[in-house]
């Protein structure tokens, strides 16, 4: 199994693409599609043709993508928001599955704590890769995001347990 995993963003978009052999993540290669300062409708079109190359070239079988998490800045958001639309389509117009997680879960299932900061997940991405170099920090976020995937798939990621609070009422909710 081939997985590509996608760290999207409107200006750096983070690439990563791992073979699992029995269960076990191995770095294929791994990289960033910068777009230039140009108007964000050729910034999401860089990153779709980026994308499509990387597909090309590594012929994944499958994708993850990192959730659309709460940004401080909404116009931030929306242009987040859009790379990820871009790189969602592209990977559709290549038929391929997409699988996505939450930030907290790719950091939890590769550090081993969800409140992990970037320097954590490229030593921890480097370290079970077996990576010569730390990778930058947007393809780490994306072999993080594909370690994740390779996780789930052989059944070695097991979900955080649910919190549960109390309600005034005295009665316990999940």
Known sequence: ???????????????????????????????????TDSALEQRLAQIYAGLSEVIGQHRPNAVAVERVFLAKNADSALKLGQARGAALVCMANHGLAINEYAARQIKQTVTGQGGADKLQVQHMVTALLKLPSTPQADAADALAIAVTDAYSRSGLWVPAPQRRTRRSSGRWRL
Do not use: K
């Open 1 to 35: 199994m081939r997985i590509l995993g996608i760290d999207p963003g409107s200006r750096i978009t983070g690439y990563g693409v791992i073979d699992v052999h029995h269960g076990q993540p191995v770095y294929v290669a791994s990289g960033c599609i910068r777009t």
